[in-house]
């Protein structure tokens, strides 16, 4: 009897190819499209995130602005506007986080985790959402604010600091809140550790008084905190183009390099956080 052999290509026996830059660009589109309709379902799902950033802008800035006067030389509602930023954003991007485990417990997460996707999309994609998300409640504040009266000095180089900042602490909070979402099982435990990542680094970050007013050893400990790199930023942007909070952090003379390095600072958090977020989910889906 004699065995009759065929020599088949290598390339048959491949089951797909590999994904296209394009294809990659798309499904996350769709992936970041899915996760809006899921965050931004309803008005209320809107009009509700925004109470907080309108509320500080018509109520308690220029409240506190007629207590306290000028700070810097800044209108002090006009400083305050600014620095709730830093508020707004990181409390924003950790909200979002619950998302990700009402997803994982009743969503569509197990079903997309069958799929042919790249798992990274999916952090990206929630990432995606949630930078959307946050940049409504900021967009919000600041123009409730200049509504009511803050003075913001717009230039296209002061825009693009402030936007940088603002982009660069998103992405480092929302890396947090992803990687929490992911190693916390229940919505209740992650509720309790918003006020504790969300706003206490809000009180050091010099979004109410300047850092230097607190102790030597609590100053330093604030200089490394990303919402305080992004708040002396994004005054240096809109308001204060003498770079008072930059130089209390780097104590240099060039505003440019100071600038520059508070960016870098946030880019590196950000990347950081981001990897950080990707590795815990990957890692978490294979269980």
């Excluded at 052999?5 to 660009?25: I, S, Y």
């Excluded at 700070?71 to 709730?84: E, K």
């Excluded at 520059?260 to 990957?282: D, N, P, Q």
Aim: hydrophobic letters at 55%; one cysteine or more; proline letters at 6%.
């Amino acid at each position: 009897m004699t065995a009759i052999t065929t020599d088949v290509p290598a390339g048959r026996w491949d089951l797909k190819p590999e994904p296209t830059t394009g294809t990659q660009l798309r499904a996350l589109g769709t992936l970041t499209g899915r996760r809006l309709a899921l965050s931004l379902r309803n008005p209320r799902a809107i009009l509700l995130p925004l109470a907080t950033p309108v509320l500080i802008a018509l109520v308690i800035a220029p409240a506190l602005g007629q207590a306290v006067g000028h700070i810097n030389g800044i209108v002090y509602m006009t400083y305050v506007a600014v620095g709730t930023a830093a508020l707004v954003v990181p409390l924003s991007c950790m909200q979002a986080g619950l998302g990700v485990i009402v997803d994982r417990k009743s969503g569509a997460q197990p079903d997309l985790l069958a799929a042919p996707v790249p798992r990274p999309l999916l952090v990206l994609a929630n990432m995606g959402a949630a930078l959307v998300a946050s940049g409504l409640q900021l967009g919000a504040l600041m123009v409730f604010s200049a509504l009511r009266g803050a003075a913001f000095h717009l230039t296209a180089s002061g825009l693009a600091w402030f936007v940088g900042a603002a982009l660069g602490l998103a992405i480092a909070m929302y890396g947090v809140a992803e990687t929490l979402a992911n190693r916390i099982g229940e919505e209740e435990e992650y509720v309790n550790a918003i006020p504790t990542l969300g706003i206490a680094p809000w009180f050091f970050a010099g979004a109410l008084f300047p850092i230097s007013f607190m102790p030597a050893w609590l100053a330093d400990i604030a200089k490394v905190l990303p919402a305080t790199q992004a708040v002396a930023l994004m005054r240096y942007g809109l308001v204060d183009p003498r770079a008072t909070d930059l130089h209390a952090i780097w104590g240099l003379s060039n505003t440019q390099l100071m600038a520059g390095l508070s960016l870098f600072v946030l880019i590196a958090y950000a990347s950081v956080f981001t990897l950080v977020a990707i590795r815990v989910f990957t890692r978490k889906a294979v269980r």
